[in-house]
């Protein structure tokens, strides 16, 4: 099962109090929350739908970072960004709605405690080691480990048995082609790896973790 991230779990402890500072915001599938280079001056809270963060290189490909589901925030690289600006962008998976909090009055909450002050610093932390290996993952790893450690990571992460991506959305996660993911979709439900229908994959942990150990 995904854990609750401390961050998330203090806003919604104070839920009502971030309310009060914030604007509550509705998007539709696969309309953008914030582009690359807007101001950054919010963190996003997810009342409910599925959000993507990617970045889109100068050919026009597109790469998913992370995905992010209810309960869940985003966009906290704010406090990180250069010339406070967005160096990613954030796109609705589905109808979505989300809490956007102004990074002062954030700011000004964690202040008041301690103990939220130091989770944000292990969510950095997380989320750099994260990005660490991914990195490693693109260095040395072929596109079939890239897919089996991708499906491993949005099960865990979500929780979910059934996770619903398509198979472009796994092509921008892994950073090849559609074409090339329906190929080893294909293959890994051959050879027991997954089961899947149309936008719906349910990983067989076990197996593609083996899978991962022997390949």
Same mark, same amino acid.
């Given at each position: ?7 998330? $779990? ?30 950054a ?16 290189? %100068?050919?026009? +490909? ?21 010339d406070?600006?967005?160096? %990613? ?7 979505t ?7 002062? %009055?954030?700011?000004? #909450?964690?202040?008041?405690n ?6 944000m610093?292990?969510?950095?932390? +997380? ?6 290996q991914?990195i490693e ?30 198979? $472009?959305?796994?092509?921008? #996660? ?8 329906t ?6 439900? %051959? ?25």
């Open positions: 099962m995904s854990t609750i991230d401390p961050i998330a $779990e203090f806003i919604q402890g104070q839920l009502n109090e971030v309310r009060v500072v914030s604007g509550e915001r509705e998007f539709n599938r696969n309309e953008t929350i914030y582009h690359l280079d807007d101001p001056d919010h963190i996003f809270y997810i009342l409910s739908g599925s959000v993507k963060i990617t970045r889109v290189s %100068d050919d026009g +490909k597109e790469k998913i970072i992370s995905i992010h589901r209810a309960g869940e925030i985003f966009g906290e690289l704010c406090f990180c960004e250069v406070d600006r967005r160096s %990613d962008q954030a796109v609705a998976m589905e109808a709605r989300v809490l956007a909090i102004r990074v002062h %009055d954030f700011l000004g #909450m964690l202040r008041e301690p103990k939220a002050l130091l989770d610093l292990s969510l950095f932390c +997380k989320r750099l080691s994260q990005a660490q991914q993952t693109l260095a040395f790893d072929n596109t079939t480990r890239r897919l089996a450690r991708v499906l491993l990571k949005s099960s865990s992460d979500s929780g979910l048995e059934r996770l619903r991506l398509t198979h $472009e959305e796994l092509a921008q #996660m892994v950073g090849t082609s559609r074409e090339i993911i190929t080893i979709m294909n293959q890994f439900r %051959d050879e027991g790896l997954i089961d899947y229908r149309r936008s719906e994959v349910s990983p067989r942990i076990d197996k593609l973790r083996q899978f991962l150990v022997t390949a």
